[in-house]
Structure formats: C-alpha cells, structure tokens
Nanobody, 120 residues
Framework: QVQVVESGGGLVQAGGSLRLSCTAS????????MGWYRQAPGKERELVAH???????KYADSVKGRFTISTDNAKKSVYLQMNSLKPEDTAVYYC??????????????WGQGTQVTVSS
C-alpha cells in the first residue's frame, strides 16, 4: 500500500515564505513525477509545479519566480519552497506522485492536502 503525506502548511502574511514537504512510502518500485497541486474554494484543482525523476520542472505561470520545487529521489520526497506569498496563493495544497508499484502501469497517488493561508 502506498501513502503520500504532506506537511508544512500554515498561516503566513503576504510577502512571507513557507516550505511544503511530501513523502511517498510503501511498496514503490519507481517514481516518475512528483508535484504539487492546489485548490482554492470554489475553484478547480490546478497544477502548481511538478518535477520528473530526471529533474525537469514545470511551473504554473502564476508562481514562476516565486516558488521552487525540488526532490530527494532517494527519500521519494518532494518539496515546494514558496516565497513572496500572495493572498491569492491561499488554497489547499496537494502532493501528487506518479509511481510504479510493480503491478500494472504508472499510477497517480494523492496526499490528504495541507492548508496554506496567506493574509493581506
């Protein structure tokens, strides 16, 4: 069984910083992509950033230059450093991992989400 667990959310003032962490554990043979999504009230879930096992990254336009995604492949962990936070960054942030468990093909696993609130 695979678990994906996030941590690091919280309340911060505009202009502040937060660092999110996520670790995948369990029967994992390989990791393809790990990333962060967010969902604000009344809005659809959107991609914030992802990173492949080769180190290629993709960012939403709204966070480029402010957020940095990184990974520790050995620990099956992904991190999101969020700087210069804005009130519009307020959302529940979800970690997503595309994994192979040795059975079938690649599958996506989600964490339970962590709340990020940015006050103005």
């Amino acid at each position: 069984q695979v678990q994906v667990v996030e941590s690091g959310g919280g309340l911060v003032q505009a202009g502040g910083s937060l660092r999110l962490s996520c670790t995948a554990s369990g029967r994992i043979f390989s990791v393809n992509v790990m990333g962060w999504y967010r969902q604000a009230p009344g809005k659809e879930r959107e991609l914030v950033a992802h990173i492949t096992n080769g180190g290629s990254t993709k960012y939403a336009d709204s966070v480029k230059g402010r957020f940095t995604i990184s990974t520790d492949n050995a620990k099956k962990s992904v991190y999101l450093q969020m700087n210069s936070l804005k009130p519009e960054d307020t959302a529940v942030y979800y970690c997503n991992a595309e994994l192979w468990t040795g059975v079938g093909g690649w599958e996506h696993y989600w964490g339970q989400g962590t709340q990020v609130t940015v006050s103005s």
